[in-house]
């Protein structure tokens, strides 16, 4: 991997991902991670990479490794209500920017996954296409906002038995179509969402409910 803090000035750099953008069911999920430069050699040798190139296993591992290194770290959300109300898109912004100014040290400077600027943040940043392989603490933000975000979905899991979310994690497969499809949509699915466009099932509304992860 590529280290691009390692080139910039600023010594605290955050880099920020998200996870969840394309599902049709659920949260989209940020996280913010300011790691020391003299720990990339480290974080490296420890695995850290792109969260989609590591098995579920390997990214629980390294979530409190992650945590133990980082200078600080947070995760930001963006609920459903605020996805259909938005768009995705913006929504997804919105979650960056709560991840980074919820962080315990502002940094200097945030190296941001993906082609778009985060609106109205007042701290310097970088867009980086591919950031996951090009920045290690953005490769660490990919592993916790995954990590986070597979939580929640496994938990809403147990609610919603019909619609495979401990495979699917919220994504459109096949079987979770066929279950729209049967049974309807749940409070937590994304009705902006074409798939979704079909009326609500009669499942509880667990809009407002909390989980302690």
Same mark, same amino acid.
């Given at each position: 991997m590529t280290n691009y803090e390692l080139s910039q000035k600023?010594?605290?750099? &955050?880099?920020?991902?998200?996870?969840?953008r394309g599902a +049709?069911?659920?949260?989209?999920?940020?996280?913010?991670?300011?790691?020391?430069?003299?720990? &990339?050699?480290?974080?490296?040798? +420890?695995?850290?990479?792109?969260s989609k190139k590591l098995s579920a296993r390997s990214r629980e591992l390294l979530v409190p490794q992650i945590h133990?290194? &980082?200078?600080?770290?947070?995760?930001?959300?963006?609920?459903?209500?605020?996805?259909?109300e938005l768009n995705i898109l913006q &929504?997804? +912004? +919105?979650?960056?920017?709560?991840?980074?100014?919820?962080l315990s040290v502002l940094p200097e400077l945030c190296l941001v996954d993906g082609n778009k600027p985060i609106p109205n943040l007042d701290i310097p940043q970088q867009t980086l296409v591919k950031g996951e392989d090009l920045s290690i603490s953005i490769a660490a933000a990919s592993i916790l906002a995954k990590v986070w975000r597979d939580r929640i979905i496994s938990e809403l899991a147990n609610l919603y038995p019909d619609y495979h979310l401990a495979k699917n994690k919220g994504y459109g497969t096949a079987a979770h179509l066929l279950a729209i499809e049967k049974y309807g949509i749940t409070p937590e699915h994304r009705q902006s969402f074409s798939p979704c466009k079909i009326g609500y099932a009669r499942s509880p509304n667990l809009s407002t409910h909390r989980f302690a992860i």
């Amino acid at each position: 991997m590529t280290n691009y803090e390692l080139s910039q000035k600023e010594d605290m750099i &955050a880099g920020v991902d998200e996870v969840g953008r394309g599902a +049709l069911f659920g949260i989209v999920v940020a996280a913010a991670v300011i790691l020391p430069k003299t720990a &990339a050699i480290d974080c490296q040798n +420890l695995g850290i990479k792109d969260s989609k190139k590591l098995s579920a296993r390997s990214r629980e591992l390294l979530v409190p490794q992650i945590h133990q290194i &980082a200078i600080a770290h947070n995760i930001g959300v963006a609920s459903v209500a605020e996805i259909d109300e938005l768009n995705i898109l913006q &929504a997804t +912004l +919105l979650a960056m920017h709560r991840a980074i100014t919820g962080l315990s040290v502002l940094p200097e400077l945030c190296l941001v996954d993906g082609n778009k600027p985060i609106p109205n943040l007042d701290i310097p940043q970088q867009t980086l296409v591919k950031g996951e392989d090009l920045s290690i603490s953005i490769a660490a933000a990919s592993i916790l906002a995954k990590v986070w975000r597979d939580r929640i979905i496994s938990e809403l899991a147990n609610l919603y038995p019909d619609y495979h979310l401990a495979k699917n994690k919220g994504y459109g497969t096949a079987a979770h179509l066929l279950a729209i499809e049967k049974y309807g949509i749940t409070p937590e699915h994304r009705q902006s969402f074409s798939p979704c466009k079909i009326g609500y099932a009669r499942s509880p509304n667990l809009s407002t409910h909390r989980f302690a992860i």
